[in-house]
C-alpha cells in the first residue's frame, strides 16, 4: 500500500536518522521565535495598535488546532515533504499534493526571503555597506551550512536559538529596568469591544501568525528524526507553547516602552529597547538580533530542501533534486535551487509584502492539510505505525480558523 509506505526510494547514499527531541525543539523554536519577534513587532503594531499582543495571542489559538494535526499526522506520516504525504493520502491525489509541497516549498523560501532582509538591516548596525550585497552574503553563507549535514546545521541552529532566547528574555529583564511599573500598564494592552479596535488586531493577525510560521518545518524532518512517533508530537507541542509564552511577553514590554511612532516604522524593532543603553549592551543585543534571523534563515533553508527532496523521492519532480551527497547526506541540489530563489526574492520584494505573502500561503497549506485529516479519520484509514491520535473535531478547528484568517488577510 502506498501510504505505508514511509522510506525513499532505494537510493544510497540516504538521510539518516539523528535528530533527537531536545534538537528537535530547538530547531521549530528556531525558524520561530527568529522569524517573527526579531522582525516584525513593528509592522504589527502598526495595524493593531497597543493591542499588537491580542493580535499575537490570536494567531497563537489559529495555530494550536493545526498543530495538533501536523502531531497526528508527522506520526502516521513521518516522512520529508510531510505535507505533500498527507494531501496525498487525505485527498488521493497526487496533483494536489504536488501543489501542496511546491506551496510549503514556497513558503520556506519567501519566509527566508523576508528573515534575511532582517538580519541585513540588525548587521548593517556593525557593517557599513550596501544592504543588497549584506543580503546576498547572508544566504550564501548560509547555504553552505545547510549543506554541510543535518546534524551540524541543526546542532548550529539549537546553539543559535538557545541565544536568541536569552536575548528575548534580556529584552523582557531590560524593558523592566526601564519601567519597574510595567505591570501597573498591563491594562492599557486590553482592547475594548469596539469593531475599529478588533478590526486592527485581526488584520495584524495575519502579520502575528507569520511569527508562529516554522513549528511545521517540524514535520519535514520526520525522516532524520529518532522516534518520530514519541517525539514529533512532543516537539510541536512545546514549540507552540514556548514562542507564544515568549512572544506575549517580549511584544507588552516593547509596546509599552518604545514609542509607537518609532516603532512602527523600524525593520529591527526590538533594538529599539535599548536606545539609550551603553554601546555595550546595544552591541551585545544587536549582535543577538544578527543570530536569531539568521538562525530563521538557514532553518527553513533546510525545510525546503528536504520538501524538494521528499517529492522528488516519491517521483513527483525531477529526480536529480533527490541527489543526495555520499559526505554530506544532504541534498545537494535541491538546497542549491532553494538559495538560489531566496536570493532572487530577497532582493527584489520589500519585507511586509512577503511576510503577508508568506502568511497566505502557510494558511492554504494548514487549511488542506486539516481537510486531509479529516477525510484519513472520516475513511478510517489503517496504519502499521503507532502513532498519536486528535478527536476530529482538532481539525475541523483548525480548518475553520486558518479559513476565517486567510479570508481576512484577503478583505
Known sequence: MDSIIYSPPDTKPALQRRLTLPLLILYGLGVTV??????????????????????????????????????????????????????????????????VGLMVVTSGVVSSATISIGAAEYLSHFITISPQILIVSIILILGLVAVWGILQSVMLAAVFTLIEVSG?????????????????????????????????IVSAGLLAFFAFVGFEDIANVAEEVKQPHKNMPKAIIFTL??????????????????????????????????????????GAFTLIAIIATVNGVLIQMIMASRVLYGMASK?????????????????????????????????????????????????????????????????????????????????????????????????
Request: glycine share 6%.
Open 241 to 282: 507553547l514556548i514562542a507564544t509564552a515568549l512572544y506575549l511577553a517580549v511584544v507588552s514590554v516593547v509596546i509599552l516602552v518604545v514609542p509607537m511612532s518609532d516603532l512602527t516604522t523600524s525593520a529591527s524593532p526590538l533594538a529599539l529597547i535599548f536606545a539609550n543603553a551603553s554601546p555595550t549592551i546595544k
Open 34 to 99: 527568529g522569524a517573527g519577534i526579531y522582525v516584525l513587532v513593528g509592522a504589527t503594531a502598526a495595524k493593531a495598535g497597543f493591542y499588537a499582543p491580542i493580535s499575537f495571542l490570536l494567531a497563537a489559538f489559529v495555530v494550536a488546532f493545526t498543530g495538533f494535526t501536523y502531531a497526528e499526522l508527522s506520526t502516521r506520516f513521518p516522512v520529508s515533504a510531510g505535507e505533500v504525504a498527507y494531501v496525498r493520502n487525505g485527498f488521493n491525489s497526487n496533483t494536489i499534493a504536488l501543489i
Open 315 to 411: 517521483g513527483n519532480l525531477p529526480k536529480v533534486l533527490a541527489y543526495i551527497h555520499p559526505k554530506t547526506h544532504t541534498p545537494l541540489i535541491a538546497t542549491a535551487l532553494v538559495v538560489g530563489i531566496i536570493l532572487v526574492l530577497a532582493l527584489f520584494l520589500p519585507m511586509a509584502q512577503l511576510a503577508e505573502m508568506t502568511s497566505q500561503v502557510v494558511l492554504l497549506v494548514f487549511m488542506l492539510v486539516n481537510l486531509a485529516l479529516i477525510f484519513i479519520k472520516l475513511a478510517k484509514k489503517p496504519s502499521e505505525l503507532n502513532y498519536y491520535k486528535v478527536p476530529i473535531i482538532v481539525p475541523v478547528i483548525g480548518f475553520i480558523t486558518s479559513a476565517i484568517l486567510a479570508f481576512t488577510g484577503l478583505m
Open 168 to 200: 528575548l528574555i534580556f529584552v523582557i529583564y531590560y524593558g523592566f529596568s526601564i519601567k519597574p511599573d510595567l505591570l501597573n500598564e498591563i491594562g492599557t494592552l486590553i482592547p475594548p469591544l469596539e469593531m475599529g479596535a478588533w478590526g486592527g
